[in-house]
């Protein structure tokens, strides 16, 4: 079977890993598999270097002639049996393409309960037709885009982001190497959060949190916070944190490929979003034996499957109290959590099984 994965672009979100992930598979399993992309660098790639990336071309609307010639040439060359887009603008895109670009099958992903304001709402919902299928990753997200007008009662299916386990899972092994290059005791603990410096984040809400606990901690069991990623709003971070006297216990690690070495070192993983559709890091860190705290925005309660601890969004107070709380809890209770989460993220979010659920959709 020829599949075509068509994304807005290559980025390091989590939508991005999860379309790399699904063409490493499909090529594994025999299919013939190229992904697009509309606009921006790349900076995540399949592991399979002989599955192509196109770049389409649409940086902005002046590009859009040149990027729809882009994709028709693309089209007639290639004869896709299936095209799947992710994300708001490759979904828009494919489905207008459409029109005048014939493709057996087009299925459409969202990733968020939130794509976007009122006018990209509007596009899902005149376009809707368009597609054969529309997915989103969590019930969560789903219920949102029908609430939101996106879609019709009943328009929209949910399939969840499959968790490479090859890829995350506990390296104990590590765990010193990694304090090591942070500059920690080896008792020391970690709390790590990962994730671009994006709104959606809301990381105010975990800094304003750690210095709460920091606060309040003796300070020989002062923790340290880790952060990977980058984004427009780092510098906001950076200021928050010199504001709050944070520096000597704030380590900002930009963005980094060692996530489940950095997951498995960690002895919390903490999502402090406002909003998110799956929220893909939480069941990697569940993955790699990591305990989650996380608000409990979006799909991710589903994620977490009744393991970690969920606190409301944009509360700083509960954050702070829930990491103290973890952070004193016995050990032996921690790894129990752990070992509960990992064997749930095995049964519901295992690569595989997912996969399974893709080619079910594509050959329907």
């Not at 992309?37 to 002989?50: N, T």
């Not at 040439?73 to 994300?87: E, T």
């Not at 952070?327 to 295992?350: C, D, G, M, P």
């Not at 996969?355 to 329907?364: A, G, K, M, N």
Request: charge should be negative; proline fraction near 3%; charged fraction near 20%.
């Amino acid at each position: 079977m020829k599949i075509l994965y068509l994304i807005t672009g290559l980025g390091g979100g989590g939508a991005e890993k999860v379309v790399v992930d699904l063409a490493d598979q499909m090529s594994k399993r025999g299919h013939q598999v190229k992904i697009a992309y509309l606009k921006g660098d790349v900076l995540v790639s399949p592991e399979d270097k002989s599955i192509e990336l196109i770049y389409i071309g649409l940086e902005s609307f002046k590009n859009m002639n040149k990027a729809y010639q882009n994709y028709k040439h693309l089209i007639d060359k290639f004869q896709p049996v299936v095209v799947h887009a992710h994300m708001v603008h490759a979904n828009i895109f494919a489905r207008i393409a459409r029109r005048l670009i014939p493709v057996p099958k087009l299925i459409c992903t969202a990733h968020s309960n939130n794509e976007g304001g009122r006018l990209r709402m509007l596009a899902y919902r005149l376009t809707h037709a368009m597609s054969d299928e529309i997915t989103n990753v969590s019930y969560s997200a789903c219920e949102s885009f029908e609430v939101l007008g996106a879609v019709p009662k009943g328009g929209i299916k949910t399939v969840y982001n499959g968790i490479n386990l090859e890829k995350f899972n506990l390296r104990a092994s590590e765990t010193l190497k990694i304090k090591t290059e942070l500059m920690l005791d080896e008792n020391q603990s970690l709390i790590l959060a990962v994730g671009r410096f994006h709104e959606a984040k809301d990381y105010p809400n975990l800094i304003n949190a750690f210095a709460k606990l920091i606060k309040n901690t003796e300070n020989d069991k002062k923790p340290r916070l880790a952060i990977a990623g980058d984004g427009e709003l780092k510098g906001q971070i950076l200021n928050m944190i010199a504001d709050l006297s944070l520096q000597d216990y704030v380590i900002l690690l930009g963005r980094r490929d060692d996530i489940p070495d950095l997951l498995s070192a960690a002895d919390i993983f903490v999502l402090s979003s406002s909003f998110e559709g799956f929220g893909l890091v939480v069941a990697e860190a569940m993955a790699c034996e990591c305990y989650v705290i996380a608000t409990d925005c979006g799909g991710v309660k589903e994620v977490m499957g009744g393991y970690g601890t969920l606190v409301p969004p944009q509360n700083s107070e509960a954050l702070a109290d829930a990491l103290y709380a973890v952070l004193n809890e016995e050990s032996s209770n921690i790894v129990l959590n752990n070992r509960a989460a990992l064997s749930y993220v095995k049964n519901t979010f295992a690569l595989e099984k997912i996969v399974d659920q893709w080619i079910e959709i594509y050959v329907s």
